[in-house]
Each structure stands twice: as structure tokens, then as C-alpha cells.
């Protein structure tokens, strides 16, 4: 079973060397065929402003987009646009009207482009997606209010406060827009190496007492069964920050809980009976195990857990099973209800591991 792709290797480095490009040509036309006039103050302004514009796209592409954008035609030509007409900017670099009417092209650019990053994603986890497409909304409207003003006031208007005025705009949507992806923070899922065995039993092991913790495991882990699991084609990945190696949470999946358990199911309906049993082993994953180091507890780890999840298995269903009783893990039914899962069916054996009389709720996202 292969896993999607998440990011796209030839997007991003088409892209990132595609700024590297434009901007040497655009400061070609600048210098050479438009010849700028280094005695204006008003154009060694817009000449500084327009190659300081494509400079921070490049900046912000590189920093925290490209790594997650998904393989997929509407990303390419987006991105295509953007940097077309982010060229276009130097072609009028001295003409404030034609660069606002540029930048609501370019506003509105970046608005279907994070409207296209949401939908890729499944529930984009790299920033709030309301508030994200606000800001790119807010953009789209002060551009175009900039535009509305230029255009009834150029006349009378001398050209280097036309440039004064766009700058403002920029500035402030600069200050707006981008406020999503800058303070959002970044996470990537790895696949688990060896060295990293350790910690995921440590966190496993930290939650084992049902009768201590609210949201608990009930089962061991130590480096031995993770190493006997992957055998199995079992799979362990782990939540890290951008730029740390500190594990913050871990997952464990498997192609499927078995028919043995299975067969137990009491189904809420037989649409969720035919998903699961007769996509067992096609794009369906079950989640064995899922847990957050305590040490990060309630700053959505778990959710920026799932997320990333969810963008690598993009194509794929997942399943899950939660403690019903004798212990109720109500604080991870919550979670699961929150992230999209619906209470599929109910688990009940006599006997269990070491709990007698228990029962479990099959959670399902398709």
C-alpha cells in the first residue's frame, strides 16, 4: 500500500527557482530597457519597492509554503499566475495605477490559492482556514480601494505620492494577510526511525493507568514490540516541530484491526459495515495508537496530529477504536468527534486484554 505524495518536489523547485529567474529578469528590464532614471527619487523608490515585493514572495514560498504544497493542476497554474504577474510588476514598476490594478490580480491570486491549499488538505493545518481566507479577502478590498482612489485622484496627484500610496496599501495588507501562516506553527510527520522508538514507548507508557489519566492506553510499548509490529507492516510516525527534533506525539497504524475483531461489531448501519469491512485492505488505515507527549497537552498537538495525517494519507479512510468500558475515555471520543468521525458501531467482548466485559466505540472518517 503506498501512501500519497504530500508535497510536490517539482512545484517547489520549479517555483523557488522560477523567483530566482523573474527577478534577474525583471531588474534586467528595469536597468537596461526601461533604463531607470537614478536621479528620480520617484522611481529608485518603485524600482526598490517592486523587487522588495518579489523578494518577500520568494521569502514566503520558501519559508512556509513549500513544504506543503499538494501535487495537483489548479497548484501549478496558480502558482504559475502568481509569479506572471509578480514579472508584470516590474513592466510598470513607475506606473502606481497600473500596479494597484496588478495587485488585486495578485490578491485575489493568493486568495484561490489558499481557498486551493484548504481543499487539498482536507482541513488545512497550517493556519485557521476562516481567518486565513478572511485576511486574503481583507486584502482583495483594500487593493481595490487603493485602485478606486488612484483612479479619480491620479491627475491632480503627483506621481511620487501615487507610489507613496501604494506602498501604504502594500504595507498594511502585508500586515493583515500573512498573519495566519507566520504565527501559525509549523509541524512535519515523519516516518519513525529506530532512535526514535524510545520516546514513543515513553509516551505510550505515560498514559497506561486508566484510573490516573482521562484519556489513556491499554497496552504496553517498549522498543522490542515496535520492532516486532513493524514486521507486521505496522507504521509509526512522529509530530515534530520545523527545525526540532523533539518528538511531540506519535501515531500507529496498521491495514486493518482483523476480522476476528470485527465480526464483534454491532454496526450503527450497514453503510458503515460495507465501508470498513469491504474496504479493508484498499485505502482504508486503522488507527492503533495515537498520543501526545503530557509535556504538550491542550496546545493542538493532537489535532496538528491529525491533520498531518490526513494530508499524507489524503486518499485513504481511517478507523479507530475507543474504550468504552470498563473505563470511558470520553476525552478521546470528543476528540474524535471533533476532527470528523462518526460513531460507527460498538465493540463488545467478554474478555479483552486484562478487562472483563468490554466494550469500545468504532469511530470512522471517510
Do not use: C
Not at 512535519?188 to 492506553?217: G, H, Q, V
Amino acid at each position: 500500500m503506498s501512501e500519497k505524495v504530500k508535497n510536490n518536489k517539482f512545484i517547489g523547485a520549479f517555483v523557488n527557482e522560477m523567483y530566482a529567474i523573474l527577478l534577474g529578469i525583471g531588474l534586467g528590464n528595469v536597468l537596461f530597457v526601461q533604463q531607470i532614471d537614478l536621479s528620480n527619487k520617484f522611481e529608485i523608490m518603485m524600482g526598490l519597492f517592486v523587487t522588495g515585493i518579489v523578494l518577500l514572495y520568494w521569502w514566503d514560498w520558501t519559508e512556509f509554503l513549500s513544504d506543503n504544497v499538494v501535487s495537483s493542476k489548479p497548484e501549478f497554474i496558480i502558482d504559475f499566475l502568481i509569479l506572471i504577474h509578480l514579472e508584470v510588476l516590474f513592466l510598470y514598476y513607475n506606473k502606481p495605477l497600473n500596479l494597484a490594478l496588478i495587485f488585486i490580480i495578485l490578491a485575489f491570486l493568493d486568495l484561490s490559492w489558499v481557498i486551493n491549499y484548504i481543499l487539498q488538505n482536507k482541513g488545512n493545518f497550517i493556519a485557521k482556514n476562516k481567518t486565513w481566507i478572511a485576511e486574503k479577502i481583507v486584502a482583495l478590498i483594500i487593493f481595490s480601494s487603493t485602485y478606486l482612489l488612484l483612479h479619480f485622484l491620479w491627475f491632480d496627484m503627483k506621481l511620487f505620492y501615487q507610489g507613496l500610496i501604494i506602498i501604504t496599501a502594500f504595507i498594511l495588507v502585508r500586515t493583515i494577510s500573512f498573519r495566519q501562516v507566520k504565527k501559525a506553527p509549523r509541524y512535519s510527520l515523519d516516518k519513525a526511525t529506530e532512535m526514535d522508538f524510545i520516546t514513543i514507548s515513553e509516551i505510550n507508557n505515560s498514559y497506561l493507568d486508566p484510573e490516573k489519566n482521562r484519556a489513556f492506553m491499554i497496552s504496553e510499548m517498549s522498543e522490542e514490540i515496535i520492532e516486532s509490529r513493524l514486521e507486521n507492516n505496522f507504521r509509526y510516525y512522529v509530530l515534530r516541530k520545523f527545525g526540532n527534533d523533539e518528538i511531540l506525539g506519535f501515531v500507529e497504524l496498521s491495514n486493518s484491526v482483523g476480522e476476528d475483531i470485527l465480526n464483534h461489531v454491532s454496526w450503527e448501519n450497514d453503510k458503515y459495515k460495507k465501508q470498513i469491512l469491504d474496504n479493508n485492505f484498499d485505502n482504508l488505515l486503522y488507527i492503533e495508537k495515537i498520543a501526545v507527549d503530557k509535556t504538550y497537552k491542550k496546545q493542538g498537538i493532537g489535532e496538528a496530529l491529525y491533520k498531518n495525517l490526513f494530508a499524507k494519507y489524503s486518499d485513504y479512510s481511517f478507523y479507530a477504536f475507543v474504550m468504552d468500558h470498563p473505563h470511558k475515555n470520553e476525552i478521546s471520543m470528543n476528540f474524535h468527534k471533533k476532527l470528523g468521525f462518526v460513531e460507527a458501531g460498538t465493540l463488545e467482548l467478554e474478555e479483552y486484554k486484562v478487562f472483563d466485559n468490554y466494550r469500545s466505540k468504532i469511530f470512522y472518517k471517510n
